[in-house]
Nanobody, 125 residues
Framework: QVQLVESGGGLVQAGGSLTLSCAAS????????TGWFRQAPGKEREFVAT????????YYADSVKDRFTIFRDITKNTVFLQMNSLKPEDTAVYYC??????????????????WGQGTQVTVSS
């Protein structure tokens, strides 16, 4: 069973950068993609970005495209989310998640089988 551990969250000023890490233990060849979702207070959880383990195809939400970059290190079973030009509206708990469902659109939270505990990202104005 996959276990996901996030790290790298924190407090940053608007315009700053943070890099989140998601270490996946127990990963198998059936794991299709690992990505990030976020949930702000009073809002629903939303898709941020995801990357496939085979091929490294990346998908982004429109709200983070051109500011965030997701990539994976297969040797370390780790997925990174580099976040630049952060805005106060990026403030949320960020969750790492893995799906075993091969799909052309891995952006729906319902597809994801395994979830981490989350890490807080706070962007001050």
């Amino acid at each position: 069973q996959v276990q996901l551990v996030e790290s790298g969250g924190g407090l940053v000023q608007a315009g700053g950068s943070l890099t989140l890490s998601c270490a996946a233990s127990g990963r198998t060849f059936s794991d299709y993609a690992t990505g990030w979702f976020r949930q702000a207070p009073g809002k629903e959880r939303e898709f941020v970005a995801t990357v496939t383990w085979s091929g490294g195809a990346a998908y982004y939400a429109d709200s983070v495209k051109d500011r965030f970059t997701i990539f994976r290190d297969i040797t370390k079973n780790t997925v990174f989310l580099q976040m630049n030009s952060l805005k106060p509206e990026d403030t949320a708990v960020y969750y790492c998640a893995t799906t075993t469902t091969a799909t052309h659109s891995p952006v729906y939270s319902s597809l994801y089988n395994y979830w981490g505990q989350g890490t807080q990202v706070t962007v001050s104005s």
